[in-house]
């Protein structure tokens, strides 16, 4: 019974999960990882809560406790950054952040006893990259996607420095930070229990904002100055690691510097690179075919497998060849410049530039739309009779398919519904 039990609980959290644009599709690993990070009523209690940020008094009201009562349950939960924490207009917040990239995350950001790290790793990895029906949720379905690539700025030509707007630039990200911490690379954290990791850095993945002051409070980040985390961000480019951040314009809360071995979002766009599951910068690269020597040096340090090693077509040397460029699966992330040893390599601007949501309500609001599931954004608290049946009824109706070919148009998948949704208030 008290097997049932357990599994209830974590299939109702499933369930609330399910209701982020990724969702996060049932599986045993699953419930094993929310049972390593949880108990089962606190997996019924967080199962309960608002998709948006919400206070101690109502959760308390949603839990039907008082609100002391439930601050401690609350601040509990966010000493293990199961929740996230914050303040905003002087009134003390909580929010369930998304499983990546959220808690799965943060568990492994640092080292820790209160939990078994090596049996979570092998959890993630049977469940993020054995199994595909994740994966895909987070980083195939729908056009808008969790992240974005960011160029490597030291590959710009000043001609070409005019093209990059400061959102592309992970320098400005890292400069404009209020909040800024530094954490263990979960990705190779992971890979490193199962004796898989590389020996890229691994104190080196960055968090802003509110995220990052939340995660130096509870002791799973680091908080950094502007100096050192450009610092930081020269070690990456020196390591020929891949920025690869939240995918907005406006206060960024993550970027990892990932490896190509270890880092899952790489892995996916290896495994799904037609299907763009990671947004590419604004830069592709255009090799000089005449000065390329065939070195394949690019094509040893590109993450995705885009460079390649072709023909060269010359008859009085058949053997030689030269690097080509898959530009279908390439994230313009200019590590293959960076590394090239002629310097035939040139980032040059891409012909369209890639759309990026101004924030993150409004990238949530793009991929809701996109994979079936605004009415859960729109009236998030399942508790009240009064928000299942009107996210039931629209979620009707934005099936039907003319509303289905009026959403899909980029008048609507805009900032109106993102401050439509910020402004409405919880019934």
């Given at each position: 019974?008290?097997h049932?039990?357990?599994?209830?609980?974590?299939?109702?959290?499933t369930s609330?999960?399910?209701?982020f644009?990724q969702?996060?599709?049932?599986?045993k690993?699953l419930?094993?990882?929310?049972?390593?990070l949880?108990?089962?009523?606190?997996?019924?209690?967080i199962?309960?809560?608002?998709v948006?940020?919400?206070?101690?008094?109502?959760?308390?009201?949603?839990?039907?406790?008082?609100?002391?009562?439930?601050?401690?349950?609350?601040?509990?939960?966010?000493?293990?950054?199961?929740?996230?924490?914050?303040?905003?207009?002087?009134?003390?917040?909580?929010?369930?952040?998304?499983?990546?990239a959220?808690?799965f995350?943060?568990s492994?950001?640092?080292?820790?006893?209160?939990i078994?790290?090596?049996?979570?790793?092998?959890?993630?990895?049977?469940?993020?990259?054995?199994?595909?029906?994740f994966?895909?949720?987070?980083?195939?379905?729908?056009?808008?996607?969790?992240?974005?690539?960011?160029v490597?700025?030291?590959?710009?030509?000043m001609d070409?420095?005019?093209?990059?707007?400061?959102?592309?630039?992970?320098?400005?990200?890292?400069?404009?930070?209020e909040?800024?911490?530094?954490?263990?690379?979960?990705?190779?954290?992971?890979?490193?229990?199962?004796?898989?990791?590389?020996?890229?850095?691994?104190d080196?993945?960055?968090?802003?904002?509110?995220v990052?002051?939340?995660l130096?409070?509870?002791?799973f980040?680091?908080?950094?100055?502007?100096?050192?985390?450009l610092?930081?961000?020269?070690?990456?480019y020196?390591?020929?690691?891949?920025?690869f951040?939240?995918?907005?314009?406006q206060?960024?809360?993550?970027?990892?510097n990932?490896c190509?071995?270890?880092?899952?979002?790489?892995?996916?766009?290896?495994?799904?690179?037609?299907?763009?599951?990671?947004?590419?910068?604004n830069?592709?690269?255009?090799?000089n075919?005449?000065?390329?020597?065939?070195?394949?040096k690019?094509?040893?340090?590109?993450?995705?497998?885009?460079?390649?090693?072709v023909?060269?077509?010359?008859?009085?040397?058949?053997r030689?060849k030269?690097?080509?460029?898959?530009?279908?699966?390439?994230?313009g992330?200019?590590?293959?410049?960076?590394?090239c040893?002629?310097?035939?390599?040139?980032?040059?601007?891409?012909?369209?530039?890639?759309?990026?949501?101004?924030?993150s309500?409004?990238?949530?609001?793009m991929?809701?739309?996109?994979?079936?599931?605004?009415?859960?954004?729109?009236?998030?608290?399942?508790?009240?009779?009064?928000?299942r049946?009107m996210?039931?009824?629209l979620?009707?109706?934005?099936?039907?398919p003319?509303?289905?070919?009026?959403?899909?148009?980029?008048?609507?998948?805009?900032?109106?519904?993102?401050?439509?949704?910020?402004?409405?208030?919880g019934?």
């Open positions: 019974m008290a049932l039990t357990a599994r209830k609980g974590f299939a109702e959290l609330r999960l399910n209701r644009p969702g996060a599709p049932p599986s690993y419930y094993k990882i929310l049972s390593v949880m108990n089962e009523k606190e997996a019924s209690l199962a309960q809560l608002p948006r940020p919400f206070t101690a008094q109502k959760a308390a009201g949603i839990w039907k406790i008082s609100e002391s009562e439930a601050s401690k349950k609350l601040d509990s939960l966010a000493d293990r950054v199961l929740l996230i924490d914050m303040m905003i207009k002087g009134e003390k917040y909580y929010v369930l952040p998304p499983p990546m959220g808690f995350e943060f492994m950001m640092r080292t820790r006893g209160d078994d790290q090596k049996l979570l790793s092998e959890l993630f990895y049977q469940y993020i990259t054995v199994e595909e029906d994966i895909k949720a987070l980083f195939v379905n729908g056009e808008t996607q969790l992240g974005r690539t960011f490597n700025e030291d590959t710009i030509s070409n420095d005019l093209f990059v707007y400061d959102y592309d630039k992970a320098s400005k990200v890292i400069e404009s930070a909040h800024m911490g530094v954490s263990m690379c979960y990705c190779r954290h992971k890979m490193q229990h199962l004796g898989k990791n590389c020996d890229a850095p691994m080196i993945c960055m968090t802003f904002g509110t990052a002051d939340s130096i409070r509870h002791g980040a680091r908080r950094v100055d502007e100096k050192e985390g610092d930081l961000l020269a070690e990456a020196d390591n020929n690691l891949v920025q951040g939240e995918n907005v314009q206060e960024v809360s993550f970027i990892c990932c190509g071995c270890c880092c899952e979002a790489m892995i996916a766009a290896r495994k799904f690179g037609l299907m763009n599951p990671v947004h590419t910068s830069f592709m690269p255009k090799i075919y005449d000065s390329c020597t065939g070195c394949g690019c094509v040893e340090v590109c993450p995705v497998e885009a460079m390649r090693l023909s060269a077509n010359n008859p009085e040397k058949p030689h030269k690097a080509d460029i898959d530009v279908e699966r390439c994230l992330c200019g590590v293959c410049a960076r590394i040893p002629v310097q035939c390599i040139n980032m040059e601007p891409r012909k369209k530039r890639v759309m990026t949501p101004v924030n309500v409004h990238k949530s609001v991929m809701a739309i996109e994979r079936g599931g605004l009415e859960h954004l729109i009236f998030d608290n399942r508790v009240l009779f009064s928000h049946a996210a039931a009824l979620g009707a109706v934005l099936k039907l003319p509303v289905k070919r009026v959403l899909a148009s980029e008048q609507i998948k805009s900032r109106y519904l993102g401050r439509l949704i910020e402004k409405k208030s019934v």
